[in-house]
């Protein structure tokens, strides 16, 4: 009796890790870690943009559009940190209440699961906007862990 092995075919990784670094990765010409901000201005500023992040991407990116023209470097910089972190959120958001509904089609109970994972997503987002907001209110950066680049 002999046994034969097949050779299995491993996909790359490269798409998925691609994906992984663009997430990631912060927008070019954003500050430095270790950058700290004196001016309380723009400390309270950046505080506000990131707690504004409590109502998502609608409180994030009008106080973008409305401060965009008179904020400085730093408020400017975690303004944006902030909304790109709330696109991330609002489109996982959206993305898990359609797989929500489609699987309330198939296996109602189903739905629940879909349901207390949204819940965990704005829980975490709104813990998240707090403590950047306060990390920045201290004048330091504040990053998420995960942002998609859309304002850079």
Not at 40 to 48: H, I, L, M, N
Not at 111 to 128: D, E, K, P, R, Y
Request: proline share 3%; net charge positive.
């Amino acid at each position: 009796m002999s046994q034969s092995t097949a050779a299995v075919a491993v996909p790359s990784n490269a798409a998925t890790n691609s994906v992984v670094s663009s997430l990631t990765q912060m927008a070019p010409g954003a500050l430095p870690a270790t950058y700290v901000e004196a001016d309380a201005a723009q400390c309270g500023e950046a505080k506000v943009g990131h707690i504004l992040g409590i109502f998502g991407i609608l409180g994030t990116g009008i106080w973008y559009l409305v401060k965009r023209e008179t904020a400085g470097t730093f408020a400017r910089d975690q303004m944006k940190e902030a909304f790109n972190f709330q696109m991330v959120v609002f489109l996982v958001a959206i993305g898990v209440g359609v797989l929500g509904a489609v699987a309330a089609m198939i296996v109602g109970p189903l739905a629940m699961v879909f349901s207390l994972g949204n819940l965990a997503l704005v829980v975490t987002s709104i813990v998240l906007s707090v403590k950047n907001g306060m990390k920045a209110g201290k004048g330091e950066v504040a990053r998420y862990p995960v942002r998609l680049n859309v304002l850079k």
